[in-house]
């Protein structure tokens, strides 16, 4: 059973750090790119980030280009966000999703990290 | 950038009844479409894949269908575990977006 577990979610000031882990089970880590979704009641879904099977590419929303890296450890089946210079705006819950073979749809999908970023 | 558009934003319907619901892309994705099933507390699930493919594990009551720029996710007979929120996403290009969703609820 494919089961992936986000971790590292919280309250953080604007301006501020924080790092989302997310580990997966279940599957050939290593052989699959992952990916970052972001819910809020008034945005809905949004794409955040996406990072290749080997760490080779990696894509980032306009919104989050320049403040936001992914980064991932096969060794140790975990993905990696690396969020900074939070905005109030990147309050959200944080998904990881396992990305359906070499596509950009979102085949499974963790259950979830809040983030909230207030002074 | 590639606006889906999702409609009815709420139905309501009752178990055994056939639900239909819609997701119009601003301009072609192709067959480049899913749709996301997520119920209340949880993340969402892939249902169906370039327009029509199911996803592994998925009940054949669930159809996907497209005519030019409208998708349309049918199911066929409402089970109680159907009533949920449903998105569609594209994957033409980058950035892959979302539907802004479809609440289907018991009347």
């Known amino acids: 059973e494919v089961q992936l577990l986000e971790s590292g979610g919280g309250l953080v000031r604007p301006g501020g750090s924080l790092r989302l882990s997310c580990v997966g089970s279940g599957f050939s880590f290593k052989t699959f790119a992952m990916s970052w979704i972001r819910q809020t009641p008034g945005r809905g879904l949004e794409w955040v980030s996406t990072i290749g099977f080997n760490s080779g590419s990696t894509y980032f929303a306009e919104s989050v280009k320049g403040r936001f890296t992914v980064s991932r450890d096969n060794s140790k089946d975990t993905v990696f966000l690396q969020m900074n210079d939070l905005r109030a705006d990147d309050t959200a819950l944080y998904f990881c999703?396992?990305?359906?073979?070499?596509?950009?749809?979102?085949?499974?999908w963790g259950r979830g990290t809040p983030v909230t970023v207030s002074s | 950038e590639i606006v889906l558009t999702q409609s009815p934003a709420t139905v309501s319907l009752s178990p055994g009844e056939r639900a239909t619901l819609s997701c119009r892309a601003s301009?072609?994705?192709?067959?480049?479409l899913a749709w996301y099933q997520q119920r209340p507390g949880q993340a969402p699930r892939l249902l169906i894949y370039d327009a029509v493919k199911r996803a592994t594990g998925v009940p054949d009551r669930f159809t996907g269908s497209r005519s030019g720029t409208e998708y349309t996710l049918t199911i066929s007979s409402l089970e109680p575990e159907d009533f949920a929120v449903y998105f569609c996403q594209h994957r033409w290009d980058w950035p892959p977006e979302f539907g802004q969703g479809t609440r289907l609820d018991i009347k």
């Open positions: 999703a396992k990305n359906l073979a070499t596509t950009r749809y979102f085949e499974y």
């Open positions: 301009q072609t994705v192709s067959n480049y």
